[in-house]
Every structure is written in structure tokens, then in C-alpha cells.
């Protein structure tokens, strides 16, 4: 079992000889902004109030400034930072801040040494920093803030194009420079003499990575800041030879950039799917680790990674590209449906459909429209998620045996039997399916049909009203029409009863007249709907079960040649 040390530390300490402190690779980047550094900055000040340097009467009440967790060897200075990286750079900024402010030398001195650690030939050691950053912001880091005589240059450095990180580092800095510039004498003293000796942080200390990635998960309750994706990062990239080191680092961090933390993190997961096409039994890191081959790194990222990473954009943006138009059409509009549909457990087969097919877009096209009506097949039909996961491994496992990328891949197939279980969901009430969005998503793919697949659905608000009210009013119109109880329970929840409305719904509404609510509450001020299903509501001039009945049958054929749901016709003999 890993050793682990925890101890509390004055920041005087902390940035000494006993520590080398590195922000690994894997690492996000430099984040605080500069109401983080003035809020520190603010409750540093304020406990610092009527502090005295050298005076050894006044009883102290120390400053807190919570633990950071490293990866770090017993009796060895080295040490990787796995939580407390924001902290201590802006701690790094505002000892800077204080070497410029103080015009003593002696004072600038003291903060020098804080910073950077002088090199002695005698003993065989090198000048270096305190702190070191990601290779892509150490070097702005080290020239701009760490070494440069005077930080007032800040304000210059803004006015070029930097990097989002260095932007903030150059921002916090120059807040920091102009705050404790407007401290008097005595109140800079204070800070500076408290922020050494009565300012504290717990060291947390774990010699390997696992081991303090489990410290972290502990103590950080907020949720864990590292990911899978982080941990890979440094196992992976670590073993890419120094010269070929830094471009790897450029493409996993684009890839990362492009995608997002969370949407890439999530990527791993598909990638052990894609692999091992069974339910995940462990943690996501133990399971990548034993299903993926990583004995050559950069074939993982260039081969997988990178290709895998391109799929999931084209996934989330809905923005597949091929010569034939028709087909580059056909493959986005499944995605987007296929977004709408309520678990994920999809993905890796739509992110391999992509890559392994992306030279045959006519094949793409129909194995994505099978897997879109696969996937809402198995939505609304409530399979569960082992028989989710099963299905979808059959068909990771087809893909893969199909050499010539012929597109036979029998898994994708719907039985007779998922099919008619798919229709008796859309011909009951799927008002009340839960989840609700599987109601909207129903309507929305009707709507879609009816409008010949040209209808787009960007509006921020879609809501679901009946035309028949659950409850209508006595001796109305809805009575005389509806007379019998029984048939308007039976109906208005179905999807012939029901219409679009991109607003939210008003209760008020739900009982007026027929006439009334298609006027006032159905149709835009300018006439019309911009969904088609309204759209044909507004064009009844009465609502009865003759009506109803019409649209329901329409509703069904539409959906049934959307999702093939028309049993195959069986050969005579």
C-alpha cells in the first residue's frame, strides 16, 4: 500500500527547498479568474489587519487555505501537483506582486528566493522555479511573472494575442501589481509578514498517481477535477519518446479543446465499449486499461484517439460532409435524432459506423437510420440496459468482422416482434410515457414526416397541447361533440389528439372553445403554426371523434414508414 504524509504548512514552506512543485501534463490549464485572485487577496488583507512582523506578544489566529494533493517521493523536493494547482499559482502572482511593490532590496530579495531557487555549482544544482506550469504556459509564466524585474509590463502583455490561460495569468498579476500598490506601508508589511508565517496549506502527499487520484476523490466532495481522460494523458503520452513528446501533447489537448472536458472525458468510455462490447463491471479507468491495447501510444492516438475524437464532433454538430449531398443529408438528420433519443448507450456504435464507413457514405447513411430506429425502438419500448448494451456490443462485433464494408450487420435489424411493440406504444397514450421527452420526441419525428423531412427544431421552448381537454367544461361544445366519457378517455392522450406549440402551455387556455383556442393559443400572431401537426389542427372547423380517428390513422401510417414498422409480408406457399 502507498505511504501517505499530511502536513500543515506555512506558505514560507512551502515555496522553499522542500518542495519542487510541477503541474503535470494531464493537468487542465491555469483558470482563475481575477475576482478568484482578488478575493484571496481581499481575505488575506482583512486577516492580516493589526498583524506585526517580529512582534512575538500578539496571539495569531492562522489563515487556512486548504490542502493540496501531490504525488511526491519521502525526502525528495519533486513533486507532481494533482489538486491545489489554482492556488498555488495565484500564490506564486502574489508574491510577485509584493517583490515589485517593496522597494527594499532586501524585501525583494526575500520574495526572489520564494520564487525561483538559486543553483550552487558547488553542490551541483541548477537555478530553478518554485513552480513550474504545462509546458505550453510555463515559458510566459517563467519570463513574464517569475523573472521579469517589474510586472507593470502586464498591461502591455494584454494587448497581445495570448492564450486563454496566459491571458488570465497576465490579467490576475496585473490586479494583484495594482492592489497591493494601493496598501500603505504598513498594511503590505502586514500581509506580507502573515502571508509567510500564519497562512497555511496541508500538504497531502502519495508517491503514484492512483493512490492520490483516490486521496483527491476523497477530500474534493465538490466532485472529482480529474478525469479518466487527465489520468490517461499522463500514462499514454508518458511513454512517447521526448522528441516526439510535445506534438502528442498538441493533439490530444486540440482533440480535448475541440470537444470539451466532459464530451471527451466520455469518449474513453466509448472507446472501452468499442473494444470490449460488454457492460462495464469496474471503474471506466480499470476497464479502458484492460480492453485497450496501449502498447504503442501514438498508433492509440493517432489511429483511435484522434479518428474517434473527429466522429464524436461529427456526432454532437450534426456536421458529416461527403460529395453526395443526399447522403451527407440522410447521415445528419439521423444524428440529430439520434440525439434526442434518452440514454447514450448508442454512441460508440454511431462513432464506429462513422469511422468504419466514412469512405462509403451510401452504406453510412442506411446503418444510421437503422440505428436511429434501433435506438428508438429500444427507448420506447423500455429495453433495459444490459439488453441495451448486449445489442449494441453484436453490432460493435459485426462492424468490426466487415472487412469489405458491405453494411451487413444482422444485429441492426429490428424483429418482427421489436417492431410491433414499437407500434402498440405509438397507438396508446404516450402522453404519459416516461420519461416525458419520449412523448416530444415522438411528436417531433411525426412532425418531421409530415413536413417531408425539411423541419428544423431550434426553438426554445416546445410544449405539448391537448386539442380535446382532459377535462372539458360541461355543456360545452367539447360535451356535445364527446358525449360518451369512456371514448374521451380512451383518446385524448394519443397522439391524434394532441398538438406543437412553441410556447409554454397556459392553463387557461385548456377549456375554450375550439374555435377560441386555435385563434388565440395554437397559432402564431401572424397566422399559422410552425409545426405542421398544428398546422393541420388549424384546418379543423370541428373536433370530433370522425377527426380524430383520421388523424390518428394518418399519425400511425406516417410513423410506420418513418421507423419500417410494417410487418414483412409473408410468401405464400
Not at 504548512?9 to 487542465?28: L, N, V
Not at 517593496?102 to 530553478?128: A, C, I, N, Y
Not at 462513432?351 to 436511429?372: D, G
Not at 386555435?518 to 398546422?535: D, L, R, V
Request: with cysteine.
Amino acid at each position: 500500500m502507498a505511504t501517505i504524509h499530511a502536513a500543515e504548512k506555512p506558505i514560507k514552506d512551502i515555496f522553499s527547498r522542500d518542495f519542487a512543485f510541477s503541474i503535470p501534463a494531464y493537468q487542465r490549464p491555469y483558470s482563475w479568474e481575477e475576482e478568484h485572485a482578488q478575493t484571496l487577496l481581499d481575505d488575506l488583507v482583512t486577516a492580516s489587519s493589526g498583524f506585526a512582523p517580529g512582534t512575538k506578544s500578539q496571539a495569531i489566529n492562522p489563515y487556512f487555505l486548504g490542502s493540496i494533493v501531490v504525488i511526491k517521493q519521502e525526502n525528495f523536493p519533486d513533486a507532481e501537483v494533482i489538486d491545489g494547482q489554482q492556488r498555488l499559482t495565484t500564490l506564486s502572482l502574489l508574491l510577485s506582486a509584493l517583490r515589485v511593490n517593496f522597494t527594499d532590496p532586501k524585501r525583494q530579495d526575500t520574495f526572489s528566493k520564494l520564487l525561483l531557487e538559486e543553483g550552487d555549482t558547488l553542490v551541483g544544482t541548477k537555478d530553478r522555479c518554485r513552480l513550474v506550469l504545462r509546458d505550453r504556459d510555463h515559458d510566459f509564466f517563467e519570463k513574464n511573472v517569475l523573472r521579469h524585474p517589474k510586472i507593470d509590463h502586464c498591461s502591455s502583455l494584454l494587448q497581445q494575442k495570448l492564450s486563454d490561460p496566459q491571458r488570465k495569468l497576465a490579467e490576475n498579476v496585473k490586479t494583484l501589481v495594482d492592489e497591493v500598490g494601493q496598501l500603505t506601508e504598513v498594511q503590505r508589511e502586514s500581509l506580507a509578514g502573515y502571508l509567510l508565517q500564519h497562512t497555511y496549506l496541508v500538504v497531502v502527499s502519495t508517491p503514484n498517481l492512483e493512490s492520490a487520484f483516490r486521496i483527491f476523490s476523497v477530500l474534493n466532495n465538490r466532485g472529482l477535477d480529474l478525469t479518466v481522460a487527465d489520468i490517461l494523458k499522463a500514462e499514454v503520452i508518458g511513454k512517447i519518446p521526448d522528441l516526439e513528446h510535445e506534438s502528442y501533447v498538441s493533439k490530444w489537448e486540440d482533440a480535448e479543446e475541440e470537444l470539451g472536458t466532459q464530451r471527451f472525458a466520455d469518449l474513453f468510455s466509448y472507446i472501452r465499449m468499442i473494444h470490449d462490447r460488454r457492460k462495464l463491471r469496474t471503474s471506466v479507468l480499470e476497464g479502458f486499461r484492460s480492453a485497450v491495447p496501449l502498447g504503442s501510444p501514438k498508433a492509440f492516438i493517432d489511429e483511435q484517439l484522434i479518428p474517434l475524437a473527429d466522429a464524436c464532433n461529427v456526432v454532437h454538430n450534426t456536421n458529416f460532409e461527403c460529395p453526395d449531398k443526399t447522403n451527407e443529408t440522410s447521415v445528419n438528420q439521423a444524428l440529430r435524432w439520434l440525439l434526442r433519443i434518452g440514454d447514450r448507450d448508442w454512441m460508440p456504435v454511431a462513432l464506429k459506423l462513422i469511422t468504419h464507413y466514412a469512405t462509403h457514405p451510401n452504406v453510412l447513411a442506411q446503418l444510421l437510420i437503422e440505428l436511429e430506429r434501433l435506438a428508438a425502438t429500444m427507448w420506447l419500448v423500455r429495453f433495459d440496459e444490459n439488453e441495451r448494451i448486449e445489442r449494441h456490443g453484436k453490432i460493435l462485433s459485426e462492424i468490426a468482422a466487415d472487412d469489405k464494408k458491405t453494411g451487413s450487420l444482422p444485429s441492426i435489424k429490428r424483429s418482427e416482434k421489436e417492431k410491433a411493440q414499437t407500434k402498440n406504444v405509438l397507438e396508446n397514450d404516450i402522453y404519459n410515457l416516461n420519461p416525458k421527452p419520449k412523448r416530444t420526441f415522438i411528436l417531433l419525428r411525426l412532425d418531421q414526416a409530415l413536413s417531408s423531412g425539411e423541419a428544423r427544431y431550434d426553438f426554445d421552448t416546445i410544449s405539448i397541447e391537448h386539442v380535446l381537454p382532459q377535462t372539458p367544461p360541461e355543456k360545452s361544445e367539447w360535451i356535445e361533440w364527446w358525449p360518451d366519457a369512456t371514448k374521451r378517455e380512451n383518446v385524448v392522450h394519443r397522439l391524434g389528439n394532441l398538438a406543437l406549440l412553441n410556447r409554454r402551455q397556459n392553463s387557461a387556455a385548456k377549456n375554450w372553445p375550439f374555435a377560441t383556442k386555435k385563434e388565440k393559443y395554437f397559432q402564431k400572431k401572424t397566422g399559422g403554426s410552425p409545426f405542421q401537426i398544428t398546422s393541420q389542427v388549424l384546418k379543423e372547423t370541428k373536433w370530433t371523434p370522425e377527426v380524430f380517428e383520421r388523424r390518428q390513422t394518418d399519425a400511425i401510417a406516417k410513423l410506420e414508414a418513418v421507423w419500417d414498422l410494417t410487418p414483412a409480408t409473408k410468401t405464400k406457399v
